[in-house]
């Protein structure tokens, strides 16, 4: 058979070219150029012997393999790709041994400290929750702790944490470290080459970018993590669907693209929120009078896709989540299309103001994004408004589910 295996693409590749050649598959005349979808459980068996590839759970299918590909390569280490983003993170505190110490930050993503305070109700491990962006708390914690969890930008209030200062601290008392690299995407933030152990990623959303699956990665430094990651998902499960890898390869592709368009707009947004009568203070690591914005510069190569923005209170908020009609009110973020949401409404949120929101920009005209915005924190503050002579929509009475009991995107 006449093979035309290329040159491997190596680090030397940018980006936007590895996103577009790796996890392609077999390089020989007639294969498909995309690994085809193989919605399989088993694989048939040799005549003797164990085969390399006998069931799905435990010996992985071409799909995974492909994503797995591409999202090693881009965070620059072993990846292992997960049912969810949640099934990643569950898999790297199992890792841990009972009774371990874990230090996480005071901002994180809701679901990490519901599964942490479950397992810390039932003395799986010690859960310290600390303020990482004040020194002197990072270093009091970090001596003694097993796994020092990052999450850099933090979901929702945006702040950023030193991974080089925390990978030098935990180096000194021999602490893993952990970094959700969730919000800053592989191309805005390489926590492996800062010294981190793991990086995971809710591959829901930015890789998988188009809102239609849930998957997640841990990205291992250490051959030695990646086999006990790889054995972990075999035997407790949490294995990746074969349609959702095909997904989110395919988005992944688009990656580059997509970032650039959506950080472009939100550096605009983010820059008339804050010109906006209506809204306190807006949160984004891109804005030069931002309190991570330093860091942020020197430890990201952009500053991500999601702002922050405070109004006056809770009905406010709602009121301009209810209002918007080009973006959707909705949960989670990552995707082509912009989503809003007031986080305090979720448990588990007491940190966060009450009138923040949370607004994933995506792939729309900055314009219409503005318009809508405007035009819907106009009506949230009150039926005087008419910046554009509107004042005729009626201001939205929002009403609030009761007591949601999960935490969501
Ligand atoms: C920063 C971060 N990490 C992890 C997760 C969990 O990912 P998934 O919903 O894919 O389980 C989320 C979900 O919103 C998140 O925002």
Redesign the pocket.
């Known amino acids: 058979m006449v093979t035309d295996e290329p040159r491997s693409p190596g680090p030397e590749l940018r980006v936007e070219t590895r996103l577009a050649v790796l996890g392609r598959g077999e390089h020989r005349p007639g294969q498909p150029l995309n690994v085809p979808l193989v919605p399989a459980s088993n694989f048939r068996a040799p005549a003797d012997g164990l085969g390399e590839r006998e069931y799905s759970r435990d010996d992985g299918t071409p799909g995974w393999e492909a994503l797995e590909e591409l999202l090693g390569d881009l965070e620059g280490g072993r990846a292992v790709c997960f049912s969810?983003?949640?099934?990643a993170?569950a898999a790297v505190l199992e890792l841990l041994p009972v009774g371990a110490r874990v230090v996480v930050p005071r901002d994180s993503?809701g679901?990490?400290r519901a599964l942490l305070a479950d397992g810390g109700d039932g003395g799986r491990w010690q859960v310290h929750t600390v303020d990482m962006t004040d020194p002197a708390a990072l270093a009091e914690a970090v001596p003694g702790a097993d796994l020092v969890w990052l999450?850099t930008p933090s979901?929702p209030l945006l702040e950023v944490v030193d991974i080089g200062e925390v990978v030098t601290r935990a180096a000194e008392t021999g602490a893993a470290v952990a970094v959700?690299n969730?919000?800053a995407t592989p191309l805005l933030q390489s926590p492996l080459e800062l010294g981190a152990d793991l990086v995971v990623h809710?591959a829901?959303?930015f890789i998988g970018g188009h809102s239609d699956l849930?998957?997640?990665v841990v990205v291992a430094q250490r051959q030695h993590d990646h086999a006990r990651l790889a054995r972990r998902r075999g035997v407790a499960g949490a294995t990746p669907g074969a349609l959702e890898c095909f997904l989110a390869l395919r988005g992944a592709r688009t990656l580059a693209l997509r970032l650039r368009h959506a950080q472009d707009t939100v550096g605009e947004l983010a820059r008339r929120l804050q010109a906006h009568p209506t809204v306190a203070r807006v949160r984004y690591p891109g804005l030069p009078d931002d309190p991570h914005h330093t860091l942020a510069a020197k430890q990201m190569a952009g500053f991500g896709a999601v702002v922050s923005f405070e109004v006056a209170d809770a009905a406010t908020a709602d009121a301009v989540c209810a209002g918007v009609q080009v973006i959707s009110h909705a949960t989670?973020?990552g995707g082509v299309e912009s989503t809003i949401e007031r986080r305090a409404k979720l448990p588990g949120q007491e940190h966060v103001p009450a009138g923040l929101v949370r607004l994933s920009v995506g792939c729309e005209h900055l314009e219409d994004l503005w318009a809508d915005l405007d035009d819907a924190l106009g009506h949230a503050a009150g039926p005087t408004w008419s910046r554009h002579g509107a004042g005729t929509r009626p201001v939205i009475d929002v009403d609030l589910p009761a007591g949601p009991p999960t935490d969501r995107?």
């Open positions: 969810s983003g949640m099934g993170i993503y679901g990490l999450e979901n959700d969730t919000f809710s829901t959303k849930l998957l997640g989670s973020l995107g």
